[in-house]
């Protein structure tokens, strides 16, 4: 918490990185107890880093437009929300009792291929893909 302070007040985006990453770390270092389901620790965890980075962003007034404030914190909740239920329905799939089978496996990294491909492709609609389209 002392690094996402820091970063707030600072308006620097490193100590912010660190703190998701240590607060990530937390729940996975062995004799913790995880009182929450993990599902529920990765949504607020998004959560924390998205209002984070929000409160971050919105210092420069050039970013801010009030009227896309409520759109905005309606999507980041959608994605919350639906994040933390397909990684519920992921723990729930993964906790069932059953045998593997070559069938299986395959169908399972064809459905993450088919996902990545799915990132990919949208990252690449944003102009996210790292290449210049404008010289």
């Given at each position: 918490?002392?690094?996402?302070?820091?970063?707030?007040?600072?308006?620097?985006?490193?100590?912010?990185?660190?703190?998701?990453?240590?607060?990530?770390?937390?729940?996975?270092?062995?004799?913790?107890?995880?009182?929450?389901?993990?599902?529920?620790?990765?949504?607020?965890?998004?959560?924390?880093?998205?209002?984070?980075?929000?409160?971050?962003?919105?210092?420069?007034?050039?970013?801010?437009?009030?009227?896309?404030?409520?759109?905005?914190?309606?999507?980041?909740?959608?994605?919350?929300?639906?994040?933390?239920?397909?990684?519920?329905?992921?723990?729930?799939?993964?906790?069932?009792?059953?045998?593997?089978?070559?069938?299986?496996?395959?169908?399972?990294?064809?459905?993450?291929l088919a996902c990545l491909a799915v990132v990919a492709l949208l990252g690449?609609?944003?102009?996210?893909?790292?290449?210049?389209?404008?010289?």
């Open positions: 918490m002392v690094f996402i302070a820091g970063a707030l007040v600072s308006g620097r985006i490193a100590p912010l990185a660190i703190a998701i990453v240590l607060l990530g770390a937390v729940y996975v270092i062995p004799g913790v107890d995880g009182a929450l389901p993990v599902s529920i620790y990765a949504g607020a965890l998004l959560l924390t880093a998205e209002l984070a980075w929000w409160s971050i962003d919105e210092r420069v007034p050039a970013r801010v437009e009030l009227r896309t404030r409520d759109k905005r914190l309606a999507a980041l909740l959608a994605v919350v929300a639906g994040g933390t239920a397909a990684a519920a329905l992921v723990q729930l799939a993964a906790s069932t009792d059953s045998e593997r089978s070559p069938t299986a496996t395959t169908i399972a990294v064809a459905a993450a690449r609609a944003r102009g996210l893909g790292g290449t210049k389209t404008n010289a």
